[in-house]
């Protein structure tokens, strides 16, 4: 049976703010205060989904997180009245407020670590959904991503959704943007690379920006996930990449089928050595290394040109889908240049994803990628399939529901909470999945 790439894009929320929460992110910190404008951002999400769909692929979405999360501030002790607990976060504790008004599940690629059939000893698709420990803002998406994933992939004989890992230091885990697939597309003998930060071995260490990934995360979720060992490969990212503000492996390197570009400043040199040796054993494969001198680790990551989506199209060709900021960059052009040149590439898009952008979410970030075959595909539930008549509904609801304008200031205001609540309810009629809210619970 025929597996395909499917693209689940986060769908921004209404809450989308820029409240410089994210370490080692320099987009974040750098537009910290920024009024943002959430209409706007989910917007340009939307073209995108609708531009990879006509491009021909299988295309998604995973609705938003609700925000604020209220019974999150009664637990941290933000007591009375919805007024009462608004106003005493916002002037106690701006950060934390800050937080549980953020949109960071919009970056999808963070919300699980899947594993495609093919892959797993058992022949189901697993997913883990990330803990995203490494802060605060983030770690509070893992209950509703699981949540949600049971609900989009209900079918248990077909997939299998795991429980977050321990929400710890050392089981630090960011999903996706943290692995690679490596396939032939014969579904076989599948390598899947786990690239972590931080080890309780590891002696290279990171001097400005902590890491975020633990090795020991990327070696439960394999483990779980029932990968053959042999088939499995874990590398260590660069400190200095790191320190220059690559915070997940997906800001430096990409890749989709047997195609992978990387920067040949990713990795440890060791094991950027290992990764280079994989690919050279290999023929049918494609490995480009973008040397420093084209393309220097600072301006990959403030063009963000390996945070482009690359897709293997049904017609096998492969496509780029860059963020605009890529678009007049003699560095990245010339990357893109020899790219196309040697064959490797045929297609390239710049779009403008400028309001994720700002926080640091480039296109691929804005995805995580499910392989499925045709029954799994059949299997899902079918309000987060993006038809057409969908796009137009959910513009139609952005257009609606969304401000084009949040400031922090904002963020106090109870009528704001009952505008929001108003746009959840709403949507979960849209999709088919009128109870997927509940704030009085937690979700
Ligand atoms: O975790 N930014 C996110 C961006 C995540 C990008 N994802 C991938 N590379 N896959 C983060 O750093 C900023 C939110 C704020 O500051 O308001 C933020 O969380």
Known sequence: MSNREWQFDGLVGPTHNYAGLATGNLAAAHNAGMVSNPRMAALQG???MLFVRNLGMKQAFLPPHYRPLVFELKRLGFLGSLGESLDAAYTQAPHLLAALYSSSFMWAANAATVTPSPDAADGKT???????????????EA????????????????????????PVELM???GAANHMRVNNNDNKNSLNIFVYGKSHEVTLRTQKHPPRQQRAASEAIA?????????????????EAIDRGVFHNDVIAMNTTRLMVVHEGAFIPEHQKKLAAYFAARPELQFFEVRADELSVEDAVSTYLFNSQLLELPDQT??????????????????????????ALHHV????????????????????????????????HPGVVLTDQKYLLLKKWVETHYRDRLQFSDLRDPAFVTELDAAYQALA????????YDPWRGY
């Open 318 to 343: 492969f496509a780029l889908v860059s963020p605009s900021e890529c678009s007049n960059h003699a560095g990245v052009r010339g990357v893109v240049d020899r790219l196309m040149g040697q064959g």
């Open 46 to 48: 939307l073209e995108k």
């Open 143 to 166: 209950a509703f991503s699981e949540r949600l994933l049971n609900r989009i992939f209900h079918n248990k004989k077909l997939f299998s959704i795991h429980n977050a890992l321990p």
């Open 172 to 174: 630090a885990d960011e």
């Open 349 to 380: 898009h710049y779009l403008d994803v400028r309001e994720s952008m700002r926080n640091g979410g480039g296109p691929a970030c804005l995805r995580l990628r499910i392989v499925l075959d045709a029954e799994r595909e059949e299997s899902l």
């Open 429 to 436: 009629e849209l999709i088919g999945m009128p109870d997927l």
């Open 126 to 140: 697993h997913l883990t959904p990330a803990n995203l420990t490494s802060h605060y803002h983030r770690s509070v």
């Open 223 to 239: 483990r779980l996930h029932g990968l053959d060992a042999e088939h499995i490969m874990l590398l260590q990212q660069s400190p």
